[in-house]
């Protein structure tokens, strides 16, 4: 609540202090201290962007601040009294008390999806104030009032288009900002979903061993003759099913937690660019100038993103890891007759011949911690050939040779895999 304040006061300020410095470019259409500035229109931008802070308080601010500096300024360079620069700026004040009165009452922030009344009601809050300001400094006496009126609606009109077209640029371009940066919190959100849901699957399988070791354990007590020794088989029994139940309650608190934000489906194409835009931004964190091509040359959605973005991630990520410094990963999906086939080839130091048939192996890895020398866990391959094949009723092989590509091809049967699918 105070840290809000706090921000709200800060925004008020910062506009204020940006549109009195910016009202220090002007022009004097009557030869008077009577000014047009850009202040009006970079106080218009500043109070449609930042809706938050209140009009009244941020527009008088502005003018108690213009009169201040002003008066400054005359004192200081044209040595003025203070009497003098008070009775010469003090009109200042009322073009921003009307100027922050019709702010309010025309309700200009509630006209941004209506462009003409936005107009219509800025071009009001530009000209009204002034007429009123060069009625209190009487330039009639200085110029035809007709002029004096018709310089004011025209200056006031031409600052009134400039204003609109620089609201809808800018809250145009705010709006692209803030979807970005949208997408970049969904972005995460779903690569994080996705390694999760992968961890429901695996703890899933284990559950199902679990349930197979207590039956077997069950079924050796209920073999056995000798009491103590049932004993103890039974005990360990009850023990397994406790362990089991634990395991149900972790995957029934993970299961309420992975909602699917997305909807039911999401389009191929999305994942692909979902994958390959988290792993552009994992091979600039570590200092890698990597070459990612997409290449999806079919339309189609799936139910299983979470997966196929899991598989997607382990095998993106193995492929940065691959290249020493510098190369080129290529993601490419292809539809066939039956299947959907997936390739991710990349420029990397290659698979030893021998390696190959062992890499989907659980424990099975070549990496290594460089300071620590202590090996990884080998199991990212290991986990994507049991989604591939157990969740996707896929396929998945491996082409590759020492220090040339390496491909991993995945097909995965299409009624698997896709709500529907048109080739391209």
């Not at 004993?231 to 937690?257: M, N, Q």
């Not at 091509?293 to 691959?322: F, M, P, R």
């Not at 510098?326 to 990397?348: F, K, N």
Request: charged letters at 20%.
């Amino acid at each position: 609540m105070i840290n809000d304040r706090f921000q709200k006061v800060e925004q008020i300020f910062i506009v204020a202090i940006f549109t009195t410095f910016m009202g220090q470019i002007y022009l004097s259409p009557f030869g008077t201290e009577f000014r047009l500035t850009l202040a009006v229109v970079v106080l218009n931008v500043l109070m449609l962007t930042f809706q938050e802070i209140e009009p009244i308080i941020t527009i008088n601010l502005v003018g108690i601040m213009m009169f201040a500096v002003r008066s400054g300024l005359n004192i200081i360079g044209e040595h003025a009294t203070v009497a003098e620069s008070i009775q010469l700026y003090y009109p200042i004040l009322f073009f921003y008390i009307f100027y922050s009165f019709f702010f309010s009452v025309l309700d200009v922030r509630g006209k941004l999806k209506h462009p003409a009344l936005l107009f219509i009601s800025i071009w009001v809050c530009d000209s009204i104030p002034n007429l009123i300001e060069v009625s209190i400094r009487q330039e009639w006496a200085y110029s035809h009032f007709e002029s004096v009126v018709l310089t004011i609606i025209s200056i006031g009109l031409f600052r009134t288009v400039f204003t609109t077209v620089l609201i809808y640029i800018s809250n145009r371009y705010y709006d692209h900002v803030k979807r970005r940066q949208e997408y970049q919190r969904f972005r995460e959100q779903l690569m994080q979903r996705a390694n999760l849901k992968t961890e429901l699957f695996f703890l899933r399988k284990s559950k199902s061993d679990i349930e197979n070791a207590m039956q077997k354990s069950f079924s050796i007590y209920e073999g056995l003759e000798d009491e103590p020794l049932k004993e103890a088989i039974l005990d360990v029994t009850k023990d397994i099913h406790e362990i089991k139940k634990d395991y149900t309650r972790v995957i029934a608190g993970i299961e309420r937690s992975i909602d699917e934000i997305y909807g039911s489906v999401m389009p191929l194409s999305e994942i692909a660019r979902i994958a390959i835009e988290a792993n552009e931004k994992l091979a600039e964190v570590n200092g890698k100038r990597i070459q990612f091509i997409e290449h999806v040359d079919l339309k189609g959605s799936t139910h299983d993103y979470y997966v196929l973005l899991s598989i997607l991630n382990n095998l993106l990520v193995n492929s940065i890891e691959a290249i020493e410094s510098e190369g080129r990963i290529q993601l490419s999906m292809t539809a066939h007759a039956e299947t959907i086939l997936i390739e991710v080839c990349d420029s990397g130091t290659g698979i030893a011949l021998e390696d190959q048939a062992l890499i989907f192996e659980p424990g099975y890895s070549t990496k290594y911690n460089a300071v620590s020398g202590i090996m990884a866990s080998g199991i990212g391959l290991t986990h994507v050939k049991y989604l591939v094949s157990q969740v996707l009723g896929g396929k998945i092989e491996v082409n590759s040779s020492l220090g040339d590509q390496t491909c991993f091809a995945i097909a995965i049967p299409k009624q698997h895999l896709l709500t529907d699918v048109i080739s391209d």
